[in-house]
């Protein structure tokens, strides 16, 4: 049998879009290749040596001409440039009602964190026609996720939440590659995409019970980090509330100046794992650096933790 497919499926909304944008430049590509081609090969044959063809050196000037070989392939090259970039942004910038799965490439292996509590490794469940975000990083060197299926792909850095969405479309199971060298079994890390309909995924989710929500697993961890000692009002140590700190601006002293940086997964991240960089203005940098202390899977579940108190009060 001919198996050999030349396109994985087009499996989530933006494939069909990638696939028309690069089928349009292949087009563009064979139609100038073969033009060109035709032409070098045509007049190579034609004025050969020793043929009988008039080599009078007619004008070498046609305003014409030029005029149409600058205007069409300019106007070809704008098209596709407006075209990619507009698909670029919508590759990349997650609708905002997209459910957060949280990512962890390390050599060799992906864990997959849902934030009802589920995790996983090397498989990926989403329900069908619902976005999804992935917030991504890795343990230890640079990986990349890759779903053929999905025309989704980006490298996942340590120290760096890199994000990827997409919506599926169709029901199936699909490939999930590492598409970076990362190491010796980097050929072995490699996995699945269950895309399954809306009902079947809520029973995936609760097949095993319902247990902590990712978020609640991050305030146990709060808690045992003594993370909870100082930043739920403390008697004796002065330290910033995190109620209702996620996504809004925090004022950073700089040395005389104060500016303002957001509350997003990147500044928690780093002011657990370094938190002299970033101090809260009016507070003293007294918070010990939680480096190699806290892997990533739980950094992730501690910054949902803080993402789910973002629209608490403040209990002052
Ligand atoms: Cu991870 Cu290649």
Request: proline share 7%; net charge negative; aromatic share 12%.
């Given at each position: 049998?001919?198996?050999?497919?030349?396109?994985?499926?087009?499996?989530?909304?933006?494939?069909?879009?990638?696939?028309?944008?690069?089928?349009?430049?292949?087009?563009?590509?064979?139609?100038?290749?073969?033009?060109?081609?035709?032409?070098?090969?045509?007049?190579?044959?034609?004025?050969?040596?020793?043929?009988?063809?008039?080599?009078?050196?007619?004008?070498?000037?046609?305003?014409?001409?030029?005029?149409?070989?600058?205007?069409?392939?300019?106007?070809?090259?704008?098209?596709?440039?407006?075209?990619?970039?507009?698909?670029?942004?919508?590759?990349?910038?997650?609708?905002?009602?997209?459910?957060?799965?949280?990512?962890?490439?390390?050599?060799?292996?992906?864990?997959?964190?849902?934030?009802q509590g589920r995790s996983e490794t090397n498989e990926l469940h989403v329900p069908l026609g619902r976005p999804v975000k992935l917030n991504m990083t890795s343990q230890d060197v640079i990986h990349s996720f890759f779903i053929p299926a999905f025309r989704i792909k980006q490298d996942v850095l340590p120290g760096r939440y890199t994000s990827l969405w997409f919506q599926p479309s169709k029901v199936g199971v699909y490939d999930l590659f590492c598409t970076e060298y990362c190491g010796t079994n980097h050929s072995n890390m490699i996995g699945k995409v269950y895309v399954m309909e809306p009902a079947d995924y809520e029973a995936w989710l609760s097949e095993k019970g319902v247990g902590p929500s990712q978020a609640e697993e991050g305030e146990r961890l709060f808690v045992q980090h003594h993370c909870a000692g100082c930043h739920r009002g403390s008697q004796t140590v002065h330290a910033p509330k995190l109620e209702g700190v996620y996504g809004k601006p925090v004022p950073i002293q700089d040395g005389k100046d104060v500016r303002f940086v957001t509350a997003d997964d990147r500044y928690i991240r780093d002011s657990i794992l370094l938190p002299q960089g970033e101090v809260v203005a009016g507070y003293e940098p007294i918070m010990p650096s939680f480096k190699d202390q806290i892997n990533e899977p739980d950094l992730l579940k501690i910054i949902a933790y803080i993402k789910s108190i973002a629209n608490r009060e403040t209990s002052q």
């Amino acid at each position: 049998m001919w198996d050999f497919p030349l396109f994985p499926s087009q499996a989530s909304t933006n494939a069909p879009r990638l696939d028309a944008l690069m089928l349009f430049e292949v087009g563009v590509l064979i139609f100038f290749s073969l033009l060109i081609g035709v032409l070098v090969v045509g007049f190579g044959i034609r004025f050969r040596r020793g043929n009988a063809v008039d080599r009078s050196n007619p004008p070498t000037h046609s305003q014409s001409m030029e005029v149409v070989w600058i205007v069409i392939p300019m106007i070809l090259s704008i098209l596709m440039y407006a075209w990619s970039t507009q698909l670029f942004f919508d590759l990349y910038e997650a609708p905002a009602d997209a459910a957060q799965v949280d990512v962890v490439g390390k050599q060799w292996m992906w864990y997959l964190q849902h934030p009802q509590g589920r995790s996983e490794t090397n498989e990926l469940h989403v329900p069908l026609g619902r976005p999804v975000k992935l917030n991504m990083t890795s343990q230890d060197v640079i990986h990349s996720f890759f779903i053929p299926a999905f025309r989704i792909k980006q490298d996942v850095l340590p120290g760096r939440y890199t994000s990827l969405w997409f919506q599926p479309s169709k029901v199936g199971v699909y490939d999930l590659f590492c598409t970076e060298y990362c190491g010796t079994n980097h050929s072995n890390m490699i996995g699945k995409v269950y895309v399954m309909e809306p009902a079947d995924y809520e029973a995936w989710l609760s097949e095993k019970g319902v247990g902590p929500s990712q978020a609640e697993e991050g305030e146990r961890l709060f808690v045992q980090h003594h993370c909870a000692g100082c930043h739920r009002g403390s008697q004796t140590v002065h330290a910033p509330k995190l109620e209702g700190v996620y996504g809004k601006p925090v004022p950073i002293q700089d040395g005389k100046d104060v500016r303002f940086v957001t509350a997003d997964d990147r500044y928690i991240r780093d002011s657990i794992l370094l938190p002299q960089g970033e101090v809260v203005a009016g507070y003293e940098p007294i918070m010990p650096s939680f480096k190699d202390q806290i892997n990533e899977p739980d950094l992730l579940k501690i910054i949902a933790y803080i993402k789910s108190i973002a629209n608490r009060e403040t209990s002052q």
